[in-house]
């Protein structure tokens, strides 16, 4: 297996222009996490799904941040209107089931707002 | 919310040198799980803890998950370059309605000095 895969690996853009990152899991797993990391704030749990399903988005900073899941290989994480703020990597991660301690990150999207 | 403290926050050593590192909670956890992070990818799983007082390894890595379940550790004997990463804990809270999210430590960022 490839393990999970993310695009881009960087993204650069301009402040209020939509970014959309893009994750496939790895085959066979239920669970999707989306991860932001920050020197300051470290890792930080945006949204997780369930057999596609989102279970909890409390995470989301803001509504300009949004995620679906439309099936079991694909999920999109949007910031709409992106800011400088957003900038951070974001990750990725799948993961047997919900209970599963054993996620396998993806190697992330760089993403710079100018 | 739930927060670990992870320490110390860096260390410069000389290869060779035993690394040690630990995290403690403030409440009790089921699970404690260590990750490594190289440079531009997502933390990989080292060892994963289920029950209190137990002491894994892997390789020239050890982990132990504290008997008060509140705290675990990371050993690494006789350090080698490869091992020039950022150190995360992780760990699940017992009880709640949070059990599916797992807590992260702030990070262990190791140097080795040449």
């Known amino acids: 297996d490839a393990g999970v895969i993310q695009s881009p690996r960087h993204e650069v853009t301009e402040m209020g222009q939509e970014v959309t990152l893009r994750c496939k899991p790895i085959?066979?797993?239920?669970?999707l996490f989306w991860y932001r990391q920050t020197m300051m704030r470290g890792l930080e749990l945006l949204i997780y799904?369930?057999?596609?399903?989102?279970?909890?988005d409390s995470g989301m900073p803001e509504d300009r941040f949004s995620a679906k899941m439309p099936n079991a290989s694909f999920s999109t994480l949007k910031i709409q209107p992106s800011e400088p703020r957003d900038s951070a990597v974001y990750f990725c991660?799948?993961?047997?089931?919900?209970?599963?301690?054993?996620?396998?990150f993806g190697s992330g999207t760089r993403l710079t707002v100018v | 919310g739930q927060q670990l403290n992870q320490s110390p926050q860096s260390m410069f050593i000389q290869e060779g040198e035993d690394v040690s590192m630990n995290c403690t909670s403030s409440?009790?956890?089921?699970?404690w799980l260590w990750y490594k992070q190289d440079p531009g990818e997502g933390p990989v799983l080292l060892i994963a803890?289920?029950?209190a007082g137990e002491l894994t390894s892997n390789g020239r890595l050890t982990a132990q998950f504290g008997i008060t379940r509140k705290d675990s550790f990371l050993n690494i004997s006789a350090s080698i370059p490869s091992d020039v990463g950022i150190y995360f804990c992780a760990g699940r809270p017992s009880g709640g309605d949070s059990n599916y999210q797992l807590i992260w430590g702030a990070g262990t960022k190791l140097i080795i000095k040449p």
């Open positions: 409440s009790i956890f089921n699970t």
């Open positions: 991660a799948s993961a047997p089931s919900l209970g599963s301690s054993d996620y396998t």
């Open positions: 085959s066979g797993h239920n669970s």
């Open positions: 803890l289920y029950k």
């Open positions: 799904f369930n057999n596609n399903v989102p279970i909890d």
